[in-house]
């Protein structure tokens, strides 16, 4: 999907042909979380999730993905905070069971499997790794610039979970 971010030129809203994308949502089922979406998740969109440890930021991805599965998107959750043992007992514990799961954290690898996922999810941003730069600042700059271009020219939906710490930043 290419949005078309360059500069434009002012034009009145009626002469501008909105791309059928934009009514392509992938909704959940949960009518609450479809209606916070606009009607669902959009293809290639990427966002946030962002809260303070221990509030259920994995309970409420995974119970999320796995209503998408019910309507037949295909998911994936990728962690760098959990083993897939760990994760799996709580897939288990919570009833998600059609959600695919790994220990992945390379942003090279994530954005090839974008291909095969309408909606990725990374745990934890922080935990993203690279071999093509070092440095925090610059694997974060990276990562955001690869992984939300896969996702857009993929229309697949990738979602970060980021950890605040005990101070709340």
């Known amino acids: ?60 991805a995974l119970q999320t993905l796995e209503a998408l599965t019910k309507n037949g998107y295909s998911v994936a959750y990728a962690s760098g905070e959990e083993s897939v043992y760990q994760l799996a007992h709580t897939c288990k514990r919570l009833g998600v069971e059609r959600v695919r799961i790994a220990n992945q954290t390379d942003v090279e690898e994530l954005c090839k499997i974008a291909n095969d996922f309408d909606v990725i999810i990374v745990d934890s941003f922080q935990s993203l790794t690279t071999n093509k730069i070092k440095g925090y600042r610059a694997i974060e700059k990276h990562a955001v610039q690869h992984l939300v271009k896969a996702g857009k020219d993929l229309e697949c939906t990738i979602g970060f979970i980021m950890h605040l710490t005990k101070g709340g930043e």
């Not at 998740?41 to 221990?54: D, K, N, V």
């Open 1 to 60: 999907m290419e949005l078309n971010l360059n500069t434009t030129n002012f034009v009145p809203v009626r002469d501008i042909e909105v791309p059928d994308i934009f009514n392509r949502r992938l909704k959940t089922g949960i009518n609450k979380i479809d209606e916070l979406l606009g009607g669902g998740f959009l293809p290639g969109s990427s966002f946030t999730l962002t809260a303070t440890a221990g509030c259920g930021k994995t309970t409420f």
